[in-house]
T-cell receptor
């Protein structure tokens, strides 16, 4: 069965203190790996899709990378507005669009 | 605004009652989903519909019945509510089934069963 494990569960950062979140996965044929951001009381907001090992994508202070077994979300010089739960999800080729989510990493950035 | 919308945002009810949650998307997408997020914040798919046809049914109790009157709407009806049904339910949509397209999520409906 497809599995997604995110670490750490929670991360507390000072403003400007860069860090990385990890998403380890096992899936039978990866169609895509997705990163979402979820703010309290809101639905997940799409950030990136990665399709193949070696791929990288960037958006403002966020950069996502993918290997054959894991993905990293790097947060460079974070600001308090980057505080959120970051969710990783995988989609397999035979999954009919189903996203298998990890439990998320809760990030708090303090001024 | 183009988006995925859900009603109601909050739903508090007694055990044994029947309730419905409505979802609408105006993104022109073909596929819609229901996800459940439990108290540990774990998001798990329940159903997906493509052009009004049920595609995924993830071992959800029969008390949960999705209905898609058209491809822009996917409603969730829950019979005989139980305490364990308390969770946040999210509707989502994507452009095509089993494609590379990302899924867009609604704001969620927080269901509390007393």
């Amino acid at each position: 069965e497809d599995q997604v494990t995110q670490s750490p569960e929670a991360l507390r950062l000072q403003e400007g203190e860069s860090s990385s979140l990890n998403c380890s996965y096992t899936v039978s044929g990866l169609r895509g790996l997705f990163w979402y951001r979820q703010d309290p009381g809101k639905g997940p907001e799409f950030l990136f899709t990665l399709y193949s090992a070696g791929e990288e994508k960037e958006k403002e202070r966020l950069k996502a990378t993918l290997t054959k077994k894991e993905s990293f979300l790097h947060i460079t010089a974070p600001k308090p507005e980057d505080s959120a739960t970051y969710l990783c999800a995988v989609q397999a080729f035979d999954s009919w669009g189903k996203l298998q989510f990890g439990a998320g990493t809760q990030v708090v950035v303090t001024p | 605004d183009t988006a995925v919308s859900q009603t109601p945002k909050y739903l508090v009810t007694q055990m044994g009652n029947d309730k419905s949650i409505k979802c609408e998307q105006n993104l022109g997408h073909d596929t819609m989903y229901w996800y459940k997020q439990d108290s540990k914040k774990f998001l798990k798919i329940m159903f997906s519909y493509n052009n009004k046809e049920l595609i995924i049914n993830e071992t959800v109790p029969n008390r949960f019945s999705p209905k898609s009157p058209d491809k822009a709407h996917l409603n969730l009806h829950i019979n005989s509510l139980e305490l364990g049904d308390s969770a946040v339910y999210f509707c989502a949509s994507s452009q095509e089934l089993a494609s590379y397209n990302e899924q867009f999520f609604g704001p969620g409906t927080r269901l509390t069963v007393l």
